[in-house]
C-alpha cells in the first residue's frame, strides 16, 4: 500500500503509469493504492483501491463531473461528508440512477463539469460506485450551457436567469442555495 507522494522508483527503471507521476526523476504515487510493476512495458503503476478505509458505503461525497458518457461518468471527488480531501480520489457514478423519478425521456441527470454530491453505494473491486438516488444527492452547481453564467433553481429545472435557457438535471434539494454545501 502506498500513499499519494510515496517514492516508487527513478524514472531509469521504469515509466509512469496511471496513478504515478513523473517528479524530476523520481517516481511518486499520485493516490493511495497498491502498486503494479509491467516488467514488458517497463511501467509502474498505482490501482487505486485502498479507498476502503477511507471511505465507506454511505458516505456522501462532493466533487466534479470530468467525464460524461452515455452510461455512466466519473467524478473527481474533493470533498467526503463535508470535508476537504486532496486523495485523488475518482469515483464513477452510473448515469441510469435518479432517472426513474424524472422520467424515461429524460436528459443526462448530469454533465460535464457539472458539481454533484453523491452517496457511495458500493466499493467493490477498489472502485468508488456513487448514486444520485436520494434527495440530499444530484447537482449542487452548474453553469448555463448557453452563456455560461450560474443556473439557478426553477422549479425542478435548472435555469439561467441570464438568457432564459432551462437545463435538466437530477438536483440536489438545495441546489441553488449559496453558499455551496459539500
Ligand atoms: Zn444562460
Known amino acids: ?33 497498491t502498486v503494479l510493476k509491467d516488467l514488458k512495458k517497463r511501467e509502474i503503476s498505482v490501482t487505486a483501491a485502498a479507498q476502503a478505509n477511507l471511505l465507506k458505503v454511505g458516505d456522501y461525497v462532493a466533487g466534479q463531473v470530468e467525464t460524461a458518457a452515455t452510461s455512466n461518468s466519473s467524478v473527481a471527488i474533493y470533498y ?21 423519478e424524472r422520467g424515461p425521456r ?32 444530484g447537482v449542487i452547481f452548474a453553469l448555463c450551457g448557453n452563456c455560461g453564467r450560474p443556473l439557478q ?17 437530477k438536483l440536489a434539494s438545495d441546489f441553488g442555495r449559496t453558499p455551496i454545501q459539500p
Do not use: W
Open 1 to 33: 500500500m502506498v500513499m499519494p507522494g510515496d517514492k516508487l522508483a527513478v524514472s531509469e527503471e521504469f515509466l509512469p503509469g496511471s496513478h504515478v507521476y513523473d517528479d524530476s526523476g523520481l517516481l511518486r504515487a499520485l493516490s493511495v493504492g
Open 80 to 100: 467526503v461528508n463535508g470535508k476537504q480531501t486532496d486523495k485523488g480520489f475518482a469515483g464513477m457514478l452510473m448515469l441510469r440512477s435518479g432517472r426513474r
Open 106 to 137: 429524460a436528459g443526462p441527470p448530469v454533465r460535464l463539469g457539472d458539481v454533484v454530491r453523491c452517496r457511495v453505494f458500493s466499493l467493490l473491486n477498489g472502485i468508488i460506485h456513487l448514486s444520485i438516488d436520494d434527495d440530499r444527492t
Open 153 to 169: 433553481k426553477g422549479g425542478n429545472r435548472a435555469k439561467c436567469v441570464e438568457c432564459g435557457n432551462v437545463e435538466e438535471r
